[in-house]
């Protein structure tokens, strides 16, 4: 398809692209023609039909909207129908943070090692779920206990760190598949040569969280979250936490300072101080 090279030579993200491609199909899909034969009244209506037939969340329509923007505009030269597909409003809900208990909670309901050991992994390092499941073995380093992130969001190459916690789970992991697994880590139920994919984390999660009796809304990246703002009620720098979650500007980091819990400091004068 013309907008997946497009996009490989722009070096967009894998992700992006199976997402925008999604996007594009669904459209096809639905009026069995190409994007380029829509008139601006067919692609709104489709929008609506995607919202409120298919109840999508309007993160989702919003996916949908740039995907159809990024073939109109790249691919097809139609910059008319871009101007008049409107952007949706995003509905913005509260970053939901776990606490101690619940986290102990989750790590309880959890059936196996694997399940154990994402969960741990996803909340002990910060690092993103599809970034879990490209680490491999190969990528710890048990002198400085720490994980090389590759390939992260935005080509990016990054260092997390690790505790004596984790480190007792990947071992009780690793005896409990009965090897040491030479690719990915998190490895496929069905087929240990594969990697599990990001939809079996979501089923987990969702599945261990069932069973845990807790109301939240919960999901992979909740655990993200959690670390974020326990790492920084434990005195960890915003600095140090933009470097560790990847965030390329800190603003994205400073979000999470609304939900820790900072001591307040000592009233100083700077002019005071001043021998």
């Known amino acids: 398809m013309r907008m997946d090279h497009h996009m490989q030579i722009a070096n967009s ?26 008139t601006a009244d067919e692609v709104k209506a489709y929008l609506v039909h995607e919202r409120e037939t298919c109840n999508l969340s309007s993160s989702t329509i919003n996916l949908r909207v740039c995907s159809l923007k990024y073939y109109y505009r790249h691919v097809a030269g139609r910059l008319d129908l871009v101007v008049k597909i409107p952007n949706p409003r995003i509905q913005k809900y509260d970053t939901e943070v776990l606490t101690s208990e619940e986290l102990k909670k989750l790590f309880q309901c959890c059936r196996d090692m694997r399940q154990k050991l994402i969960l741990t992994a996803l909340f002990d390092t910060g690092i993103r779920v599809r970034e879990l499941l490209r680490v491999r073995l190969s990528d710890f380093d048990k002198q400085h206990q720490s994980i090389t992130i590759r390939n992260s969001k935005g080509k990016r190459t990054r260092l997390v760190y690790y505790g004596s916690r984790l480190r007792i789970v990947l071992k009780q992991y690793c ?72 965030h390329q500007n800190i603003t994205t980091t400073l979000h999470y300072l609304k939900y820790a819990s900072l001591p307040e400091g000592k009233q100083i004068s700077v002019l005071d101080e001043m021998p």
């Open 13 to 38: 993200a894998f992700a992006t692209r199976c997402n925008y491609l999604r996007g594009l199909k669904s459209l096809i899909l639905h009026y069995e023609k190409l994007p380029e034969e829509c």
């Open 175 to 246: 005896k409990y598949l009965g090897y040491l697994p030479k690719g990915v880590l998190i490895e496929s139920y069905k087929d240990p040569s594969k990697s599990l994919t990001l939809r079996g984390v979501q089923f987990i999660v969702k599945q261990t969280v069932k069973r845990s009796g807790l109301k939240k809304r919960i999901h992979p990246h909740t655990f993200r979250h959690s670390f974020a703002v326990h790492y920084l009620n434990c005195g960890g720098s915003i600095f140090s936490l933009q470097r560790l979650l990847g």
